[in-house]
């Protein structure tokens, strides 16, 4: 596909909306019908209220941008698009509409390999090459007092303070997204947020809401499938991937461009909770993700990514059998292969959370000779969006002035002047240009930003779906069949759930539609799930979905990172223990580059066997197995209490269901008795010699799934009634 204005061969052009079949959907008073996009409109009905902007004006299409033909840039003159995410943007006082629960840290890139070839943007110029970063990760529905292990998506921003000013790479740990025109984006987030009549549920999609808007957006399947992975739910920010979205392009200095696409890739792997571990952790420990930061880079375990590109050109793009500039869409890396070009490394935290992470200001419009724009709308529309987002937030237009927002290692000349919190008015009296005073900054033709000379569009400006964006189901369906059997069941299984918290049966019939599109034997999982009788007929779809070549990148448990490095392992320490045995745990989890806490009955510690004291860092009752990656028991002259101790029960009880590795010593079969446990393979025995490095060994593969198959699932039952 062309990111230029040419017309391909089939596409329509139209200067109003062109709804082109109806669609069989149950919706109240409406009439919905699909665009040539696949897009759902709903038209008015006769005596019904029409859609205005505020100034009373009718809306004649609130699911597309106006844009210069199909494929070419949004129109600034747009004003239904610029009222509404004005609108949008200024709703919250003063914390962040989205990503407002988030946490930052400072670090650095180093250029790895040198690209000059093929950008000129400043961090890619030469090998060893240092540029200071800062980092804010964050979630994207909760408020900021919600809890770390919502499902949702993580926001991964980062700024980079370049001698060439600063560029900021805006993206998720996620590579596509729900929509694919930036004047929806309200309409997501009204859905997903709290529901408007009783302020609830905080931070989770699981209501109708959500799930109503998500039914009847069929270009949000592929998302929805990400979501409902364990992308969503990831162990720490440390152990998951970053995006950059959309497509972007490399300019380099003779003026040619290449499209690139960003991705970060985590040095510890990529690793998730399970559901039911996110649900405990959040009510043992809401600030998880948080203190597990701060805590690795207190410790001197900086956390690391590769930054990954794929790069290619526009006779590449037009081969590629979907649209480059629909952020719904993903380029499988075993079709573009990644190349690794640097090394990000966070290694400091903040020094005021406010002053920095609070006030810090991502703008995705924010970039830096090198780095040039695509017409992906969703990408326009965030371009116009932050900044506008930024000035509301922040009081004004000079948020630039505080210093984490402020460029590092380069000057900044202007004529700006005046404005709330203005600092750096200049001196004298000339605050404007042209000057005939020879006074103040002048443009620089040679060095200064150029953006690429992209052929300009032919044809009418319209609001139009391009047909191009119109395949919503191939890629769901091939994210979802790259999936490993149990991911499958993760994903089969969180939709179940999300959807069970939907009180309108027919929301949860659109679903099922929809997944009947994906995958068969998803769908029907989910219906069985949900008690259905019957299977409603699939959805209708504007492209038929196609079987696309499996991406085995896609899968976390396919290539899982085979090391406790990161990890850490909680041990439990009762009265009489062996004092070595702990040594030796501690010295084999060193070895292995994780983490080792101690865990007690009483409040400070317990005594060993030879009579000396070991401080602990939990307390039991307050340190639940889900905070941990591994744990171990050591009993000893206390074993029978602690078969008695609740605590103790559900401490092995939940490692158990979450297919952890554990080991013990001086602990009978009490315990796991009363916990009402069958030990397996996944339990070590530490009295032997060398049974803590075999334990440790075996803590690498981080879960044995095999436990978690043999448990009841609610997508295995059988349909008893009909739900919908």
């Known amino acids: 596909m062309t990111d230029s204005a040419s017309k391909p061969a089939g596409f329509r052009y139209s200067t109003v909306p062109a709804p082109t079949q109806k669609v069989d959907i149950t919706t109240s008073d409406q009439q919905p019908s699909r665009g040539q996009g696949g897009e759902l409109h709903q038209t008015v009905a006769d005596g019904a209220d029409k859609l205005t902007t505020s100034q009373g004006v009718s809306v004649s299409d609130n699911q597309n941008s106006l844009r210069a033909t199909d494929r070419g840039p949004l129109l600034l003159e747009d004003f239904v698009l610029r009222e509404k995410i004005f609108h949008f943007d200024h709703e919250r006082i003063p914390e962040r509409v989205v990503h407002a629960r988030g946490y930052g840290a400072h670090g650095h890139f180093i250029c790895t390999k040198p690209i000059p070839g093929i950008t000129q943007a400043a961090p890619f110029q030469a090998e060893n090459k240092e540029t200071s970063v800062f980092v804010r990760f964050s979630t994207v529905a909760g408020a900021k007092g919600s809890m770390d292990l919502a499902r949702d998506v993580r926001g991964f921003a980062v700024k980079f303070y370049t001698e060439e000013g600063n560029w900021d790479l805006v993206g998720n740990n996620i590579p596509v997204f729900f929509i694919q025109d930036p004047i929806k984006f309200p309409d997501l987030v009204h859905a997903v947020k709290p529901e408007a009549d009783r302020g609830f549920p905080q931070a989770q999609s699981a209501h109708d809401t959500f799930w109503d808007y998500i039914s009847l957006t069929p270009e949000s399947m592929h998302m929805v499938m990400w979501q409902m992975s ?5 162990r720490s920010f440390r152990m998951m991937e970053g995006f950059g979205v959309h497509t972007f392009r490399f300019v380099n200095e003779s003026g040619e461009s290449t499209f690139v696409k960003f991705h970060w890739k985590p040095h510890l792997g990529l690793q998730s909770v399970l559901w039911d571990e996110a649900v405990k952790i959040n009510g043992a420990d809401p600030d998880f993700h948080r203190r597990d930061l701060w805590n690795a880079i207190q410790y001197g375990d900086h956390p690391k990514w590769n930054l990954c590109v794929q790069v290619f050109t526009q006779t590449q793009a037009d081969k590629l059998d979907f649209d480059i500039l629909d952020p719904t869409k993903i380029i499988p890396e075993e079709i573009i292969p990644l190349v690794e070009i640097g090394t990000l490394t966070l290694t400091r935290m903040v020094d005021n959370f406010f002053q920095e992470t609070e006030q810090v200001a991502f703008c995705t419009q924010n970039v830096i000779p090198g780095i040039d724009f695509t017409d992906d709308p969703l990408l326009q529309g965030r371009n116009f969006s932050y900044l506008d987002t930024q000035l509301k937030r922040l009081g004004g237009p000079n948020f630039t002035q505080i210093p984490i927002n402020a460029p590092r290692g380069c000057p900044v000349h202007n004529y700006h002047q005046d404005g709330h919190m203005q600092t750096q008015n200049r001196k004298g009296r000339v605050n404007y240009e042209p000057n005939g005073f020879s006074d103040g900054p002048r443009e620089d033709p040679l ?9 300009s569009p032919e044809g009418s400006k319209q609001r139009l779906r391009p047909e191009s964006f119109a395949d919503h189901y191939s890629q769901a369906r091939l ?7 149990i ?5 089969a299984d969180a939709l179940v759930f999300e959807l069970s918290k939907c009180q309108m049966l027919d929301i949860r019939k659109r679903m099922v539609a929809h997944l009947l599109n994906i995958d068969e034997d998803l769908a029907q999982q989910v219906a069985n799930g949900l008690g259905f009788r019957d299977m409603p007929t699939p959805a209708v779809t504007a492209v038929p979905a196609r079987d696309l070549d499996l991406s085995p990148a896609l899968s976390i448990l396919g290539t899982p990172p085979n090391m406790f490095l990161g990890r850490k392992l909680g041990v439990i320490i009762a009265d009489g223990f062996d004092r070595d045995v702990l040594g030796e745990l501690a010295a084999e989890t060193i070895a292995e580059g994780g983490v080792m806490e101690v865990i007690s009955v009483r ?13 602990a860092d939990h307390l039991l009752r307050g340190a639940k197995s889900v905070l941990f990656d591994a744990v171990a028991i050591l009993g000893g002259d206390a074993q029978a209490s602690l078969a008695r101790n609740p605590a103790a029960q559900e401490f092995l009880s939940d490692a158990h269901n979450h297919a952890k590795f554990i080991g013990h010593h001086g602990v009978d079969d009490l315990l796991s008795s009363a916990a009402g446990i069958v030990q397996d393979e996944g339990y070590t025995d530490l009295t032997a010699p060398g049974a803590a490095a075999d334990f440790l060994v075996a803590c690498r593969s981080l879960r044995l799934w095999s436990r978690t ?4 699932r609610e997508a295995d039952a059988e349909s008893l009634a009909p739900t919908a």
């Open 447 to 455: 060095k200064g930003y150029v953006s690429f000379a992209a052929r």
């Open 487 to 491: 991911e499958q069941h993760h994903i």
């Open 709 to 712: 198959t043999a448990l009841p």
């Open 479 to 485: 994210f979802y069949r790259s999936q490993t059997e």
């Open 603 to 615: 409040v400070g510690g317990a005594i060993a066997a030879d009579g000396s004291f070991v401080r």
């Open 230 to 234: 364990d992308r969503t739910i990831p």
